[in-house]
């Protein structure tokens, strides 16, 4: 079992920064594709930004350029800046936790860009 646990959401002006965290629990964590997703309200949760154990990573397209994800295997973490943040950015962001068996989802933290 791992335990997944984000933090660092809040409020945010347009064109604001903010970072948000995600630890993992496990010796693996090395091992793991850790992935940060979002669901706004009345959307369907999406893909935000997914980094492999090779430090490989992909994004969607409407963050290219102002989101980067990031790991740190010594703290069992992943990190995920986001720049120039727009009010359609605004949703609750899931960190994803994707082993060989099974993935896990941490319990969200919400994200509100806003003037």
């Known amino acids: 079992q791992v335990q997944v646990v984000e933090s660092g959401g809040g409020l945010v002006q347009p064109g604001g920064s903010l970072r948000v965290s995600c630890t993992a629990s496990?010796?693996?964590?090395?091992?793991?594709?850790m992935g940060w997703y979002r669901q706004a309200p009345g959307k369907q949760r999406e893909l935000v930004a997914r980094i492999g154990s090779g430090h490989n990573t992909n994004y969607a397209d409407s963050v290219k350029g102002r989101f980067t994800i990031s790991r740190d295997n010594a703290k069992n973490t992943v990190y995920l800046q986001m720049n120039g943040l727009k009010p359609e950015d605004t949703a609750v962001y899931y960190c994803?936790?994707?082993?060989?068996?099974?993935?896990?989802w941490g319990q969200g933290t919400q994200v509100t860009v806003s003037s």
């Open positions: 994803n936790c994707r082993t060989t068996l099974r993935e896990y």
């Open positions: 496990g010796s693996a964590f090395s091992f793991y594709t």
